[in-house]
Protein backbone atom coordinates (compact mmCIF):
# COMPACT_ATOMS: atom_id res chain seq x y z
CA UNK A 1 0.00 0.00 0.00
CA UNK A 2 1.48 3.40 -1.09
CA UNK A 3 0.85 6.04 1.31
CA UNK A 4 1.93 10.21 1.57
CA UNK A 5 2.52 11.26 5.07
CA UNK A 6 1.10 14.68 5.85
CA UNK A 7 0.40 17.09 9.33
CA UNK A 8 -1.41 19.96 9.74
CA UNK A 9 0.45 22.26 12.65
CA UNK A 10 1.61 18.93 14.28
CA UNK A 11 -1.74 16.86 13.62
CA UNK A 12 -0.19 14.06 11.52
CA UNK A 13 -1.91 11.74 9.76
CA UNK A 14 -1.55 8.60 7.16
CA UNK A 15 -2.72 9.77 3.68
CA UNK A 16 -3.47 6.95 0.99
CA UNK A 17 -4.89 7.36 -2.40
CA UNK A 18 -8.04 5.13 -3.01
CA UNK A 19 -9.63 6.77 -6.06
CA UNK A 20 -9.33 3.54 -7.61
CA UNK A 21 -10.36 1.30 -4.66
CA UNK A 22 -9.55 -0.05 -1.61
CA UNK A 23 -7.68 -3.45 -1.01
CA UNK A 24 -7.58 -3.47 2.63
CA UNK A 25 -9.39 -2.96 5.41
CA UNK A 26 -9.44 0.62 6.96
CA UNK A 27 -9.83 0.00 10.93
CA UNK A 28 -7.21 -2.50 11.04
CA UNK A 29 -5.00 -0.76 8.89
CA UNK A 30 -5.05 2.40 11.00
CA UNK A 31 -4.72 0.46 14.07
CA UNK A 32 -1.55 -0.83 12.78
CA UNK A 33 0.10 2.06 10.51
CA UNK A 34 -0.53 4.43 13.31
CA UNK A 35 1.46 2.93 15.93
CA UNK A 36 4.41 5.47 16.76
CA UNK A 37 6.99 2.02 17.82
CA UNK A 38 5.58 -0.56 15.61
CA UNK A 39 3.42 1.46 12.48
CA UNK A 40 4.35 4.51 10.36
CA UNK A 41 3.55 6.82 13.29
CA UNK A 42 0.31 8.77 12.99
CA UNK A 43 -2.72 10.01 14.81
CA UNK A 44 -4.45 8.17 12.56
CA UNK A 45 -5.69 7.16 8.53
CA UNK A 46 -7.17 9.33 6.05
CA UNK A 47 -8.66 7.84 2.60
CA UNK A 48 -9.15 9.81 -0.41
CA UNK A 49 -11.73 8.64 -2.36
CA UNK A 50 -14.38 9.16 -5.10
CA UNK A 51 -18.03 11.16 -4.09
CA UNK A 52 -21.03 11.29 -6.40
CA UNK A 53 -22.30 14.56 -4.36
CA UNK A 54 -18.81 16.65 -4.55
CA UNK A 55 -15.55 16.54 -5.68
CA UNK A 56 -14.03 13.47 -3.67
CA UNK A 57 -15.06 12.44 -0.68
CA UNK A 58 -12.82 12.13 2.84
CA UNK A 59 -12.69 9.40 4.91
CA UNK A 60 -10.92 9.37 8.46
CA UNK A 61 -10.36 6.84 10.90
CA UNK A 62 -8.53 7.19 14.11
CA UNK A 63 -5.70 5.84 16.14
CA UNK A 64 -7.74 3.08 17.52
CA UNK A 65 -9.65 2.50 14.48
CA UNK A 66 -13.10 4.11 14.61
CA UNK A 67 -14.28 6.28 12.28
CA UNK A 68 -14.01 9.85 12.63
CA UNK A 69 -16.87 12.37 11.04
CA UNK A 70 -14.50 15.08 10.30
CA UNK A 71 -10.88 16.31 11.05
CA UNK A 72 -9.52 19.83 10.13
CA UNK A 73 -6.51 19.33 10.07
CA UNK A 74 -6.72 16.55 7.76
CA UNK A 75 -9.30 18.22 5.41
CA UNK A 76 -6.70 21.48 4.83
CA UNK A 77 -4.21 18.41 3.89
CA UNK A 78 -6.72 16.28 1.59
CA UNK A 79 -7.37 19.54 -0.46
CA UNK A 80 -3.43 20.09 -0.74
CA UNK A 81 -2.98 16.23 -1.87
CA UNK A 82 -5.54 16.06 -4.38
CA UNK A 83 -4.26 19.42 -5.55
CA UNK A 84 -0.42 18.68 -5.68
CA UNK A 85 -0.90 15.37 -6.80
CA UNK A 86 -2.88 16.35 -9.75
CA UNK A 87 -6.52 14.57 -9.15
CA UNK A 88 -7.58 18.01 -9.76
CA UNK A 89 -6.68 21.72 -11.21
CA UNK A 90 -9.12 23.51 -9.03
CA UNK A 91 -8.23 25.37 -6.11
CA UNK A 92 -11.45 25.44 -4.50
CA UNK A 93 -12.50 22.16 -3.80
CA UNK A 94 -15.73 20.33 -2.50
CA UNK A 95 -15.29 17.65 -0.25
CA UNK A 96 -17.49 15.03 0.79
CA UNK A 97 -17.13 13.99 4.78
CA UNK A 98 -19.67 12.56 7.42
CA UNK A 99 -20.09 15.69 8.94
CA UNK A 100 -21.27 17.35 5.32
CA UNK A 101 -19.56 19.39 2.50
CA UNK A 102 -16.66 21.30 3.50
CA UNK A 103 -15.58 24.02 1.21
CA UNK A 104 -11.38 24.51 0.38
CA UNK A 105 -9.50 26.82 -0.99
CA UNK A 106 -6.03 27.33 -1.78
CA UNK A 107 -3.81 29.85 -1.50
CA UNK A 108 -1.03 28.95 -4.14
CA UNK A 109 2.51 30.94 -4.60
CA UNK A 110 4.51 29.73 -7.82
CA UNK A 111 2.17 26.82 -7.99
CA UNK A 112 2.41 25.76 -4.56
CA UNK A 113 -0.13 25.10 -1.67
CA UNK A 114 0.77 27.67 1.20
CA UNK A 115 -2.16 27.84 3.26
CA UNK A 116 -5.86 26.26 2.72
CA UNK A 117 -9.03 27.90 4.05
CA UNK A 118 -11.93 25.61 5.00
CA UNK A 119 -15.70 26.39 5.30
CA UNK A 120 -16.01 24.52 8.38
CA UNK A 121 -19.76 24.78 8.72
CA UNK A 122 -22.26 26.10 11.63
CA UNK A 123 -21.79 25.19 15.36
CA UNK A 124 -24.06 23.07 16.28
CA UNK A 125 -25.20 23.71 20.03
CA UNK A 126 -28.01 21.99 21.14
CA UNK A 127 -26.96 19.21 23.65
CA UNK A 128 -28.95 16.23 21.67
CA UNK A 129 -27.44 17.39 19.01
CA UNK A 130 -23.79 16.92 19.83
CA UNK A 131 -24.55 14.81 22.19
CA UNK A 132 -24.84 15.53 25.85
CA UNK A 133 -26.60 14.58 28.64
CA UNK A 134 -27.34 17.74 30.45
CA UNK A 135 -30.49 19.00 31.64
CA UNK A 136 -30.70 21.96 29.52
CA UNK A 137 -30.63 23.08 25.77
CA UNK A 138 -27.48 24.38 25.67
CA UNK A 139 -24.32 23.88 27.60
CA UNK A 140 -22.63 27.42 27.76
CA UNK A 141 -20.48 28.49 30.56
CA UNK A 142 -21.69 25.39 32.47
CA UNK A 143 -20.36 24.29 35.70
CA UNK A 144 -19.93 20.63 36.11
CA UNK A 145 -18.24 17.64 38.17
CA UNK A 146 -15.76 15.76 36.05
CA UNK A 147 -13.01 14.19 37.13
CA UNK A 148 -13.06 15.27 41.07
CA UNK A 149 -13.22 18.66 40.13
CA UNK A 150 -15.74 21.24 39.07
CA UNK A 151 -15.27 22.60 35.92
CA UNK A 152 -17.24 25.53 33.52
CA UNK A 153 -17.90 24.29 30.13
CA UNK A 154 -19.06 24.88 26.77
CA UNK A 155 -20.07 22.10 24.27
CA UNK A 156 -20.31 22.84 20.96
CA UNK A 157 -19.89 20.36 17.89
CA UNK A 158 -18.26 21.09 14.17
CA UNK A 159 -18.98 17.70 13.04
CA UNK A 160 -17.41 16.04 16.09
CA UNK A 161 -18.60 16.48 19.58
CA UNK A 162 -16.19 19.45 21.56
CA UNK A 163 -15.91 19.86 25.32
CA UNK A 164 -14.48 23.41 25.67
CA UNK A 165 -12.90 23.82 29.38
CA UNK A 166 -11.46 27.39 30.64
CA UNK A 167 -8.28 27.32 33.17
CA UNK A 168 -6.06 29.72 34.47
CA UNK A 169 -2.95 27.42 33.17
CA UNK A 170 -3.09 25.42 30.60
CA UNK A 171 0.58 23.60 30.71
CA UNK A 172 0.21 22.56 34.07
CA UNK A 173 -2.41 20.04 33.39
CA UNK A 174 -2.28 16.64 33.89
CA UNK A 175 -3.73 15.42 30.47
CA UNK A 176 -3.36 11.98 30.39
CA UNK A 177 -5.38 11.57 33.57
CA UNK A 178 -7.57 14.31 33.18
CA UNK A 179 -8.10 13.92 29.20
CA UNK A 180 -9.40 9.64 29.40
CA UNK A 181 -11.85 10.73 32.34
CA UNK A 182 -13.74 13.35 30.14
CA UNK A 183 -13.82 11.44 27.15
CA UNK A 184 -15.35 8.66 28.79
CA UNK A 185 -17.80 10.29 31.48
CA UNK A 186 -21.40 9.47 31.37
CA UNK A 187 -21.99 12.91 30.71
CA UNK A 188 -21.15 11.99 26.60
CA UNK A 189 -22.97 9.32 25.24
CA UNK A 190 -20.65 9.12 21.88
CA UNK A 191 -17.13 10.00 23.72
CA UNK A 192 -15.68 13.80 23.35
CA UNK A 193 -13.20 15.84 22.44
CA UNK A 194 -11.56 17.84 25.14
CA UNK A 195 -10.09 21.29 24.84
CA UNK A 196 -8.63 22.65 27.65
CA UNK A 197 -7.69 27.29 27.03
CA UNK A 198 -5.86 29.40 28.58
CA UNK A 199 -7.10 33.25 27.42
CA UNK A 200 -3.75 35.03 26.26
CA UNK A 201 -5.49 38.51 25.32
CA UNK A 202 -8.56 39.96 23.97
CA UNK A 203 -7.96 38.33 20.32
CA UNK A 204 -5.80 34.78 21.13
CA UNK A 205 -6.06 31.92 23.26
CA UNK A 206 -3.68 28.81 24.15
CA UNK A 207 -5.34 25.56 24.05
CA UNK A 208 -4.58 21.91 24.53
CA UNK A 209 -6.66 19.35 23.40
CA UNK A 210 -7.56 15.07 24.12
CA UNK A 211 -9.25 13.62 21.09
CA UNK A 212 -11.34 10.54 21.79
CA UNK A 213 -9.96 7.58 20.31
CA UNK A 214 -6.33 9.33 19.49
CA UNK A 215 -5.34 10.67 23.01
CA UNK A 216 -3.42 14.39 22.78
CA UNK A 217 -2.70 15.78 19.39
CA UNK A 218 -0.22 18.83 18.30
CA UNK A 219 -3.70 20.22 16.97
CA UNK A 220 -7.25 19.52 16.17
CA UNK A 221 -8.86 21.76 13.82
CA UNK A 222 -12.60 21.01 14.53
CA UNK A 223 -11.45 21.74 18.10
CA UNK A 224 -9.91 25.26 17.23
CA UNK A 225 -13.09 26.10 15.47
CA UNK A 226 -14.69 25.15 18.80
CA UNK A 227 -12.62 27.01 21.06
CA UNK A 228 -12.88 30.33 19.16
CA UNK A 229 -16.39 30.02 19.22
CA UNK A 230 -16.64 29.31 22.85
CA UNK A 231 -14.26 31.93 23.67
CA UNK A 232 -16.35 34.06 21.68
CA UNK A 233 -19.51 32.97 23.70
CA UNK A 234 -17.75 33.32 26.88
CA UNK A 235 -16.28 36.79 26.39
CA UNK A 236 -12.72 35.93 26.23
CA UNK A 237 -12.74 37.93 22.89
CA UNK A 238 -13.26 41.46 22.59
CA UNK A 239 -16.76 42.23 21.17
CA UNK A 240 -17.57 42.62 17.60
CA UNK A 241 -13.92 40.74 17.06
CA UNK A 242 -14.66 37.60 14.93
CA UNK A 243 -11.02 36.44 14.22
CA UNK A 244 -9.80 34.39 16.67
CA UNK A 245 -5.93 33.12 16.89
CA UNK A 246 -5.69 29.72 18.35
CA UNK A 247 -2.72 28.45 19.77
CA UNK A 248 -1.68 24.91 19.83
CA UNK A 249 1.50 22.86 20.68
CA UNK A 250 2.09 22.03 16.81
CA UNK A 251 1.40 26.22 15.86
CA UNK A 252 -1.53 28.47 15.43
CA UNK A 253 -4.72 28.39 13.26
CA UNK A 254 -6.98 31.06 12.63
CA UNK A 255 -10.46 31.22 13.35
CA UNK A 256 -13.02 33.47 11.68
CA UNK A 257 -16.41 33.23 12.96
CA UNK A 258 -19.64 36.02 13.39
CA UNK A 259 -22.13 34.91 15.44
CA UNK A 260 -24.62 36.93 14.17
CA UNK A 261 -24.44 36.00 10.42
CA UNK A 262 -27.35 34.29 9.04
CA UNK A 263 -25.33 31.46 8.45
CA UNK A 264 -23.18 31.30 11.74
CA UNK A 265 -20.20 29.72 9.18
CA UNK A 266 -17.36 29.30 10.70
CA UNK A 267 -13.90 29.28 8.67
CA UNK A 268 -10.41 27.73 9.69
CA UNK A 269 -7.17 28.64 7.70
CA UNK A 270 -4.14 27.16 8.32
CA UNK A 271 -1.12 25.21 6.56
CA UNK A 272 -0.74 21.89 5.11
CA UNK A 273 2.19 20.13 4.84
CA UNK A 274 3.82 17.37 3.05
CA UNK A 275 6.42 14.65 5.20
CA UNK A 276 7.06 11.63 3.33
CA UNK A 277 5.88 8.88 0.97
CA UNK A 278 6.63 5.07 1.26
CA UNK A 279 5.29 1.82 0.84
CA UNK A 280 4.02 -0.42 3.04
CA UNK A 281 5.24 -4.49 3.40
CA UNK A 282 3.63 -6.94 4.84
Known sequence: MRFTKMHGIGNDYIYVNCMEGMDFDPVQASIRLSDRHFGIGSDGLILICPSEVADFKMRMFNAD?????????????????VYAKGLTDKTVIRIETLAGIRTARLTLENGEVTAVRVDMGSPIFNTADIPVNYPADTVVGRAVSVAGSVWSITCVSMGNPHCVVFVDDV?????????PQFENDPLFPERVNTEFVQPID???????????????????GTGACAVAVASI???????????????????????????????????????????????TVD
Open 65 to 81: GSEGKMCGNGVRCFAKY
Open 233 to 279: LNGCITEGVHAVTVGLRGGDLLIEWDKDAPDGTVYMTGPATFVYEGE
Open 171 to 179: DSLELEKIG
Open 202 to 220: SRTVKMRVWERGSGETWAC
